[in-house]
């Protein structure tokens, strides 16, 4: 039944995400929208070299979509891009592949495992991760501009 996915920590996930808003200055903004439901995630990206050093988001979406940001918005600062990129990898494998979820500070991520059985809520539920990696790439395609511009 759904009611396995929306469980009550997901449900206090969903309503106390943090960073909510976006910068004044951002890096780079992605956006991520899910066609099948209509959640959209908007985030804003600073880095300084490959370490994330701030963020903020808007997150119109379900449930698993504010729980998934939530997750994000609580340790994407002071990540790195490949961690970040390994990261949405590991959270795709684990609800379209029967893989592990991910350790360490991720590890509340565990929490959107029973997902994996509704196919249909994987879009809404991997869209913070698609943005995310999204203004990373942005950002070093910039950053990979101005090296070949110096050069």
Wanted: charged share 25%; proline share 3%.
């Amino acid at each position: 039944m759904l009611n396995d996915i929306y469980n009550k920590r997901i449900i206090e996930l969903a309503g106390n995400i943090p960073r909510l808003g976006r910068l004044a200055a951002p890096d780079a903004s992605a956006t991520a929208h899910s066609k099948l439901c209509g959640s959209t995630v908007k985030v804003d990206l600073k880095m300084d070299g490959a370490v994330v050093t701030d963020f903020a988001h808007d997150v119109k979406a379900c449930a698993l979509g504010q729980a998934s940001s939530s997750i994000m918005a609580q340790h994407v600062v002071g990540s790195t891009a490949s961690e970040l990129r390994a990261l949405r990898e590991t959270v795709r494998k684990m609800l379209k592949e029967n893989g592990a979820p991910p350790q360490g500070k991720w590890a509340d991520i565990a929490l959107l495992e029973p997902v994996r059985d509704y196919k249909a809520r994987h879009a809404s539920t991997l869209l913070t991760f698609d943005a995310v990696v999204d203004a990373i790439g942005q950002i070093e395609a910039k950053a990979g501009q101005s090296v070949a511009a110096a050069g």
